[in-house]
């Protein structure tokens, strides 16, 4: 028998290594899987009550849905307030905040990490300092500032007073120190000044650091109530969740309405966070925090 006429046996193709399924990778994915379930169990049981009638969401045992599927509660939420000019209102003072906060932080945090000043390192410790100050030991000031600037009752004076974050500037500052130098300096030999540098080759570097900055503040501005509950006492200027809770208080506990409100004042954070995850996800590992 010649050696071409000997049956060979075909090469096996190698298993890519992102295919395998080890043991280590089935246990990272079953706790993510959990994880998941956890966060969405509270929000699904949200969605479930405000859907049931309301005579049925105090019942026991507790049913995940009820004898009929309803909207009732989204409709006497939407006739007890103006819910589209507080979406309007928030939407405006989240927006502006977002915008006034990452041009801030951004510039504060270039010149932490580029400029040599003295007083540098006592000013970035009091920024550090100011993160673990809890934010409401600062409202009474904030208030009677806001007062003596007559800004009670309008839109700048629910932002303004939301724009310095020392953890948004700090985020900026570990991003910053991982920006190549050189790039910088080779734009100064060709006779760019620090303005030029900061806003045609730092920015457009920092894009997944700066996106992420911009969520999480847009988010935290939208679920703010303390202070613009306290800022702002005419309806028309309130924002969406300060507004909602003058609804639930003027129909009681009525548990259908509350979780309406709910899923209604969270419903826009859902789409954003949908929409900008993946900028959220290389931000914090564009920053060297994903670890902490």
Known sequence: M????????????????????????????????????????????????????????????????????????YAKVWESGDLLRWTLNSAYVSVMTTLLTVMLCAMAAYGFTRTDFRGRKLLYGLVLVGIMVPPQVLIAPLFAEMVQLGLVDTYWGVILPQVAVPAMVFILVKFFDGVPRELEEAAFVDGAGRWRVFWTIVLPLSRPVLAAVAVFTFISTWNNFLWPFLVTTDPNGMTLPVGLVNVQSSFGVR?????????????????IFTLFQRQIVRGIAHTGLAGQ
Do not use: C, H
């Open 2 to 73: 010649s050696a071409s006429a000997v049956p060979r046996t075909p090469a096996r193709t190698p298993t890519p290594a992102g295919r395998r399924w080890s043991a280590g990778r089935i246990a990272l994915l079953a706790v993510g899987l959990l994880l998941v379930v956890a966060w969405l169990l509270p929000l699904a049981w949200a969605v479930a009550t405000s859907l049931k009638p309301e005579g049925e969401t105090t019942r026991t045992p507790l049913e995940w849905l009820g004898s009929t599927i309803t909207f009732d509660a």
């Open 255 to 271: 548990y259908a309405q509350i979780m309406a409100s709910v899923v209604i004042a969270g419903l826009p954070l859902l789409v």
